[in-house]
Structures are given as C-alpha cells and as structure tokens.
C-alpha cells in the first residue's frame, strides 16, 4: 500500500511526472516546439506549454520570465535545427550548382516542414530579444550561408562581394519560402523542386 505521503503528492500540488524531466528548461522548448506544429504563435501560451509538460506556470517561470523568453529560446533551437539541415544539404555536393540547389531546397523544406517556427524565427524576435542564444544561433545560421555564397562567388567569405551574394541568395530563397507559404504559387503548376532548380539556374546565369 502507497503511504499517506504518496497518497497527498498525487492528490494536490505539482505532479509526480514533473521530477521525470532531467532538464526542465529543454523539456518546455521541446514542448515549445511540438505547439508551433499543431498552432500559431497567437494561440502559444507559456501556461499551456507547461502544463503539456506536466509542470505548474511557476515552474516555467523559474526558466522563462515569460512568453516571448520562451518563443525566444525556441526560435534558437529552430535556428540551430535549421542550420543542421543546411550542412547537412551542403556536404555531399559535387559543385556550385549542386550546393546551391541542395541547400535552397533545404531551406525552402524547413519553411515548408515548421511553417510557425519558420515565421517565428525571421519575425521581430530575432532583432528584440535581448537572448545572446538567439544571436549567436542565427548568427550561425548565417555563416553557413555566407560561406556557401563565398564559394559561389570564389571570393574570401569576409569580402564584400560574398556577403552581396549571401544577401542576394538568401532573398531569393526566402521570399520563395513565404511565396510557397502563403499559396501564392499554387497555380503556376511548378513543383518546388523544379521551381528551386529553374531559379537556381538562372541565378548560376546571371552576376554573383
């Protein structure tokens, strides 16, 4: 038989589950995460997110002042998940036109697979955060970008000419996201592999 203890824990206060979580702070990003799939950043609440997690809003709060700390700490793991997939894209490529594509599609991918995420983490808190995590995750993020655009260009990554065509290929690529995003290509018929390839061409044509 559970003693009187086991009995009054179950009963009131913060739930057993909640000691489950070896590292709190992750477990409510991961939980961050998973309610951007299923919502918008409207519906997201940090009461929510821990209660998923199994934890009382005081808890949270010992991690995250508040919502947008949270959104903020989510949005640095999106970058970090998105800078993963973009090294992963670019390993492997034969040539410039390959890791142009390869990498496009990734990202165009990643906008299209975590859509919430992917406006979270271009939206204002990438700028307003105060979250040296944050800075240094999209800052990460970049460099990869510029690194593959200073090979495109067969430039020094730290001249001026590869962070033109990092900038240049980075809109192309995500305005192409939020086109995707918001159905505003739907109708051309163009699968986004072929729309990625065909752009990608004509940008290989064209001035870096």
Not at 171 to 184: A, E, F, K, N
């Amino acid at each position: 038989m559970r003693s009187m203890d086991n009995r009054h824990m179950d009963n009131v206060g913060t739930p057993p589950r909640t000691y489950h979580h070896g590292n709190l702070r992750a477990a409510l990003i991961e939980a961050g995460l998973a309610a951007l799939e299923q919502s918008d950043l409207a519906d997201f609440s940090l009461r929510a997110v821990a209660r998923e997690v199994g934890v009382s809003a005081n808890a949270a709060y010992r991690h995250f002042a508040n919502k947008d700390d949270l959104l903020g700490a989510v949005a640095a793991e999106g970058f970090r998940r998105f800078a993963a997939q973009q090294a992963a894209a670019a390993q492997g490529a034969a040539n410039t036109l390959n890791l142009q594509s390869a990498t496009a599609k990734a990202y165009v991918t990643f906008a299209q697979a975590h859509p919430a995420l992917f406006r979270l983490m271009f939206s204002r808190f990438l700028y307003a955060s105060s979250s040296e995590d944050l800075k240094t995750a999209a800052s990460t993020a970049f460099q990869l970008l510029l690194q593959a655009s200073a090979q495109q260009a067969g430039v020094p990554p730290d001249s001026e000419q590869a962070l033109m065509t990092a900038i240049a290929n980075w809109s192309m690529v995500h305005g192409l996201s939020h086109l995707l995003l918001d159905g505003q290509l739907s109708g051309f018929g163009f699968s986004m592999d072929k729309m990625i390839e065909g752009i990608v061409c004509l940008r290989g044509q064209g001035p870096a």
